[in-house]
């Protein structure tokens, strides 16, 4: 509910917000994205040019694939006819979300002047019990 609430993960259309579908390379940098435009930060994109082989300029998860590619949090998973393979409709790993998830944390947040911090308060029972989550 507060992903949606913040707009971080909107559903997958107006009418249908499918909780129990894979979760996608597109959907997860969109998932960062909107959670840095949430903490304030610049997320403005700076590309002139479509780096990428498999999203077009028009495709929903387009300005965040770019912005997770500019901002060093993904480097595709290949490149093909010159370009960056993004893949943005295959699942996502778990390897690809942590390592996403760390460039994002230790590396573009702070480059952004991000000093917010998670409040213990807000985690879920279980994780402040453990006083962290360690598995996902």
């Not at 387009?62 to 006819?81: F, H």
């Not at 702070?110 to 308060?121: I, K, L, S, V």
């Amino acid at each position: 509910l507060w992903a949606y609430e913040n707009h971080i993960a909107t559903g997958v259309s107006n009418e249908k917000f499918a909780p129990d579908t894979t979760l996608t390379r597109g959907m997860f940098i969109t998932f960062l994205y909107r959670a840095a435009r949430l903490a304030g930060c610049d997320v403005k994109t700076e590309n002139a040019g479509n780096p990428f082989d498999d999203v077009k300029t028009a495709a929903w998860q387009y300005t965040a694939a770019l912005w997770g590619y500019e901002n060093g949090i993904t480097d595709g998973v290949g490149i093909r006819n010159g370009k960056i393979i993004f893949a943005p409709d295959t699942s996502i790993t778990r390897e690809q979300t942590s390592t996403m998830l760390y460039r994002f944390l230790t590396g573009y947040l702070p480059q952004q002047g991000y000093t917010g911090r998670f409040d213990a308060a807000n985690l879920p029972a279980r994780c402040q019990k453990r006083r962290a989550c360690h598995r996902f």
